[in-house]
């Protein structure tokens, strides 16, 4: 694990590759770097789609149809969505194939967007004081340094 932030991107996938073509379980179509990539960033692509076809649609219609996606919202979106479509190992879960599951996986959505509102609703103060704090230290540091070169130089 020590070595893992000197690997280069090209050694990892040619070991990848290269356990792939030497395990005789494995089926006969080649693996190649962007097999890899894709089977990495899945879940992330799944997202994008979503927004790219504008299935998710996340504007504020007082707000002049701004576009708000916060990183809290990107990780309930990824609990209740990407969560639910993908199993443990990352693939797609098999119950979303059939098209009779149709109303059972509906059903199951909406109780998580319900779940993640709530949870939400009851945890806003400390989410909100949080990002608060989390504000503050981020910036105080950036104007602290900021100040700090003013005064060197003058």
């Not at 939400?120 to 950036?142: G, M, T």
Request: positive net charge.
């Amino acid at each position: 694990m020590v070595d893992m932030q000197t690997v280069s991107w090209e050694k990892v996938l040619e070991r990848i590759i290269d356990i792939r073509e030497t395990n005789p379980n494995v089926s006969d179509i080649r693996l190649t770097e962007h097999d890899v990539a894709s089977r990495i960033m899945r879940k992330e692509n799944y997202m994008i789609a979503l927004f790219n076809k504008d299935l998710l649609n996340l504007t504020i219609p007082l707000l002049r149809q701004k576009h708000i996606f916060t990183k809290d919202l990107e990780w309930n979106l990824s609990y209740c969505l990407l969560g639910f479509v993908f199993d443990h190992r990352g693939q797609i879960r098999k119950r979303f194939l059939k098209e009779k599951n149709k109303h059972v996986l509906v059903a199951g959505l909406k109780r998580r967007f319900m779940f993640m509102g709530l949870l939400n609703f009851v945890l806003a103060p400390f989410i909100f004081a949080y990002l608060v704090v989390h504000f503050f230290f981020r910036y105080f540091e950036v104007s602290g340094k900021n100040s700090f070169f003013l005064t060197q130089v003058n």
